[in-house]
């Protein structure tokens, strides 16, 4: 007898238990990026109809409360989506994708009103809006209070807002975004506010931009010249940008630490099958692996520990040790593949995808040696509560 074949159902997430959802991660990127990913990476993006699917699937909403329409789930289940789509050589759709899912989302869930989350978080939610957070200028990204020039003028009947904003993820799609200005002139932590900006407003300018990696991301510069927003486009109150920014901090540089080991892992398994069992470069393959696996578990404890008192310097340490640890990686690996490392395979993105991309994990989030210099800082006054930092050495 001949059976029917059954229709296949929409792929969602899974959140019933932590292999659930693993599974059904991998199943939604094996249908919904997976056959997709060369075409995206040859147009230069990737379409609105990921984030639709994606959206359906309940990506975006997997740290957001239930009574808010998310998955109300935790981190480890955030990065485990995103190691999901890093099987592949894909930094650019998974970058795309934790905008929303690591700083859009949680930003809107946790301090929008009811009536920016029904405007914004519903629709991201269901894939229907895309979204980008636009704190980068010209001067600068990673030390915000330093850099930013972009102005919000406080008027009788609202906002006018001025400024520019560069390497802005998503801009180029984007219905909404999320931005950085000054509302109190002067260098004050207290003087910055973040806006809900949505891309269609008069004075609003996005202008695509060319990316030495990262191709399937779309990124733009944003011009913002003389917006006027009601008063109820501030997200949290004025003043306070900062504050909630450090409360999705440490999630979004965790989730940039496992995609930068993540990316390395897929170039240190190819170059092994590449190469084969035995040998000199197996050997050296092997002390990678290991190097990797511990910087994992670092970031799999840090995870585990959000929400402690030293998640901001984990966080920090795992963002800029995993960076430099996969650079090295897929540089040795590439190394080893020899010129199979050069080929451009245009059937599916390889060696040479992986090669442009991880250079990005040591710039966005803040650079390596920033982040590691306010790190470094914070351990020198002794801020770590446990471990073996210095105030235990001095015991
Ligand atoms: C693909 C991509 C996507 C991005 N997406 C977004 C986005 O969606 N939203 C957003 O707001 N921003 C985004 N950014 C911007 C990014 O977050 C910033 O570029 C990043 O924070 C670096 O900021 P910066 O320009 O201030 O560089 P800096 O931190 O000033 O670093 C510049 C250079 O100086 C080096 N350096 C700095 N300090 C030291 C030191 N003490 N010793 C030695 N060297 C040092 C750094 O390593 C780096 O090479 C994106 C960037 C890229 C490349």
Redesign the pocket.
């Known amino acids: 007898m001949k059976h029917a074949t059954p229709l296949r159902a929409a792929t969602m997430l899974d959140p019933s238990s932590p292999a659930a959802f693993r599974e059904s991660a991998r199943a939604l990127v094996d249908a919904e990026i997976t056959p997709y990913l060369a075409r995206w990476e040859r147009q230069g993006t990737v379409t609105r109809s990921l984030f639709e699917a994606m959206g359906r699937a309940g990506v975006f909403g997997i740290g957001v409360p239930v009574d808010q329409g998310g998955l109300g789930l935790d981190l480890a289940h955030g990065i485990a989506f995103g190691r999901a789509v890093m099987r592949e050589p894909a930094a650019g759709v998974c970058t795309s994708l934790s905008?929303l899912t690591h700083l859009v989302a949680p930003l809107l869930a946790g301090h929008g009103t009811p009536g920016q989350r029904d405007r914004w978080l519903r629709p991201i939610l269901a894939g229907e809006a895309v979204a980008?957070?636009?704190?980068?200028e010209p001067g600068?990204?990673?030390?915000l209070v330093r850099?930013v020039a972009a102005t919000a003028r406080s008027e009788p009947d609202g906002w006018v807002l001025r400024g520019e904003k560069t390497?802005?993820?998503n801009a180029p799609l984007a219905d909404v975004l999320i931005v950085l200005a000054r509302t109190t002139p002067g260098a004050s932590a207290l003087g910055l506010t973040l806006f809900l900006v949505p891309a269609d407003l008069p004075g609003v300018v996005v202008t695509p931009l060319t990316?030495a990696g990262?191709h399937t991301?779309p990124?733009g510069r944003v011009s913002l010249e003389d917006c006027r927003l009601p008063r109820e486009a501030v997200l949290g109150r004025p003043g306070l940008a900062l504050a909630l920014l450090a409360g999705i901090l440490p999630q979004e540089r965790l989730a940039i630490a496992a995609g930068a080991l993540a990316c390395a892992r897929w170039a240190l398994e190819r170059t092994a099958r590449l190469v084969g069992p035995t040998g000199q470069a197996m050997a050296e393959l092997a002390w990678w692996d290991a190097e990797l696996e511990a910087a994992e578990t670092f970031v799999d404890v840090t995870v585990e520990q959000i929400g402690g008192a030293d998640d901001q310097l984990d966080a920090a340490l795992a963002k800029t040790a995993s960076a430099r640890l996969a650079q090295r990686v897929v540089q040795e690996c590439a190394r080893l593949s020899g010129p199979d490392a050069f080929r451009d395979d245009e059937s599916a993105p390889g060696m040479l995808t992986v090669l442009r991309d991880v250079r990005?994990f040591s710039?966005?989030?803040?650079?390596?040696?920033?982040v590691r210099?306010m790190a470094a800082t914070e351990i020198l006054r002794g801020a770590r509560t446990t471990g073996q930092g210095p105030h235990h050495a001095q015991e």
């Open positions: 905008v980008s957070v636009a704190l980068t600068g990204g990673s030390d850099s390497f802005i993820t990316t990262l991301s990124t990005v710039v966005y989030g803040g650079s390596c040696e920033t210099d």
